[in-house]
């Protein structure tokens, strides 16, 4: 009896010390990755510039999932489709969170929920926001879309040079009448939208990684530095006071026309009736502002950059458009179903040259097991998105081009499109949870953008004194969180004799 006793014991012991020698050797399993040194890992071997191209080579060396300890901040990159989709989408339960970014949460009190944890709170705000930018509320803006698209061709017929500009004016207004109703704005000076934009800059610097120093893990006791001693957290908590004031006067302003009666339908509105608390109103609202602003204009300029080095492509949009819309009138949303290439477009150029082309990083809220490796709780996980859209096996030998055809089937018509990409054909807009809200606006703010720039003009390379084009180089960035390509010029004439006519009119009946 006893010695049937002592066996159990003997077993239960054995078994216990198997799990806890297999949990530690699994435990000590990282994903590889480049060999760092001790204490700072691999800081120093962080490309400055075009992380994505390197971490691309790395992936050939040390596969799909890369590990790198920063200054002792875990980290993984994940470069193939099936990682990202099975770690961020399907244990979206646990990757969910973002990184804790010291002087982005001192600039925005912690209020911007783009930036927070995936908490109870940002589930509330997200559920808001998705309420007043889903597939169907965003077919509410069809009409500010198409007028944007209106004053954008306006402006660029009388100064096409400054293309960027305009394509910037047309997201921050877009934006700002969608946030706050605000009518069209016909040039950015607007105090308020200069405030905003400085406002926004600061974040997507606060946000790009390694801005500074008290992010890293050895350097977070800075973050109990007093404030006389550090001049980011001065800068931090000065910006903060200034822009809540100023936010909350936006808001304000919103919530005076709402008690007036006045009939004012925008997300600042929706958010005040829910919300009740004009400061934290204030913050939920930019929040959305700050995400949508940047990435529309900087895509349109990955677009133009396309139509210069792919004018096959450009005639083939054209093509359709000619035919599906002529030209005696501008584009419309109605034409939406007959554009299948200029919608193939919009993928094409969101794969090709996607403004994020690294993500926004989740961060993994418990230790976790992939493939054998060991990821502990607090990773940093960063998708080289990049490398998914540049995946051979998935996009075919020609994936480093830009072709729209291939959205389209034999026939023309758009194909269903690649599994785990949530119908989009690509990862621009991110993952689970976290995935952006506000994509259905941007795909059809890129859609009528490009429908409009394509009928109305042609795009060509500059030439040089001896008649050679002067093309861009797709591979320089201009870079940050959002990046765009390096600064290019290009030549933009109408296509068509009475397009001005045309364009004024379509001003006209808009009253502006
Ligand atoms: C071409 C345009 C756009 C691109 C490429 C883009 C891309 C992204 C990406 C990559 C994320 C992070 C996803 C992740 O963490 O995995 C994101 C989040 C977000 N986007 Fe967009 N976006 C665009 C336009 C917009 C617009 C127009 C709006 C609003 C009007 C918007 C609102 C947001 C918000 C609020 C978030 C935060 C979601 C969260 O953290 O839960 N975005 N976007």
Redesign the pocket.
């Known amino acids: 009896m006893w010695s049937t006793v002592l066996l159990y014991i003997g077993v239960i012991l054995i078994t216990f010390r198997v799990v806890k020698t297999l949990r530690m050797s699994l435990r000590s399993k990282l994903p590889p990755g480049p060999t760092g040194i001790p204490i700072i890992g691999n800081l120093f071997q962080l490309p400055t510039s075009r992380p994505w191209l390197v971490f691309d080579e790395w992936m050939k060396q040390y596969g799909p999932i890369i590990y790198l300890n920063i200054a002792g901040q875990n980290t993984i990159v994940l470069g193939t489709h099936k990682a990202a989709a099975d770690l961020l989408d399907r244990r979206a339960n646990i990757y969910s969170d973002r990184p804790d970014l010291v002087v982005l949460n001192l600039l925005t009190g912690g209020m911007h929920w783009?930036w927070t944890q995936a908490d109870e709170s940002w589930k509330k705000k997200?559920r808001e926001?998705h309420e007043a930018?889903n597939a169907q509320a965003a077919k509410e803006y069809f009409p500010y879309q198409e007028t944007e698209s209106v004053i954008m061709l306006d402006q660029l017929l009388a100064h096409p040079e400054i293309f960027t500009d305009h394509f910037q004016r047309a997201s921050t207004s877009l934006?700002l009448t969608?946030v706050y109703g605000w009518p069209p704005l016909l040039d950015s000076a607007h105090p308020n939208a200069v405030h905003i934009d400085q406002m926004d800059h600061e974040l997507l610097v606060a946000a790009a990684p390694g801005s500074f120093w008290v992010e890293f893990k050895y350097f977070r006791w800075m973050k109990y530095l007093p404030r006389w001693m550090c001049a980011w957290r001065r800068n931090a908590e000065d910006a903060f006071s200034r822009n809540s004031v100023m936010l909350e006067g936006l808001s304000a302003d919103v919530q005076k026309q709402m008690d007036a009666g006045d009939n004012i339908t925008c997300v600042a509105s929706k958010i005040l009736q829910n919300t009740g608390n004009l400061f934290e109103a204030s913050w939920n609202s930019i929040?959305?502002y700050t995400?949508?602003a940047e990435?529309?204009s900087g895509?349109l300029a990955w677009f133009m950059q396309a139509m210069i080095l792919y004018p096959e492509a450009q005639l083939l949009a054209q093509d359709e458009l000619d035919r599906v819309v002529g030209s005696e009138r501008l584009p419309t949303f109605d034409d939406y179903e007959h554009l299948p290439y200029i919608r193939a477009t919009v993928k094409e150029i969101?794969r090709w040259r996607?403004?994020?082309p690294l993500?926004?990083p989740?961060r993994l809220s418990e230790d976790d097991y992939y493939e054998g490796y060991f990821l502990p709780k607090d990773t940093t996980c960063f998708v080289n998105v990049w490398s998914l859209h540049h995946d051979t096996q998935v996009y075919g030998d020609d994936a480093e081009h830009f072709n729209p055809k291939r959205f389209l089937d034999a026939n023309g018509n758009l194909q269903s499109s690649i599994v785990d990409t949530k119908d989009e054909g690509h990862y621009?807009?991110?993952?689970?949870k976290?995935?952006?809200?506000?994509?259905y606006?941007?795909n059809n703010s890129?859609f009528i953008h490009i429908a409009f720039l394509l009928w109305a003009f042609n795009i060509k390379a500059k030439v040089d004194a001896d008649g050679n084009p002067i093309l861009p180089d797709s591979l320089q960035f201009n870079e940050g969180l959002i990046v765009r390509p390096a600064p290019f010029s290009c030549n933009i004439t109408p296509r068509k004799m009475d397009a001005s006519e045309i364009i004024a009119q379509a001003k006209a009946d808009r009253g502006l």
Request: with cysteine; charged share 10%.
């Open positions: 783009a997200r926001a930018l934006t969608i929040s959305i995400a949508g990435t529309t895509q969101l996607g403004v994020s993500g926004i989740h621009s807009y991110g993952f689970g976290r995935i952006c809200v506000g994509r606006i941007a890129l």
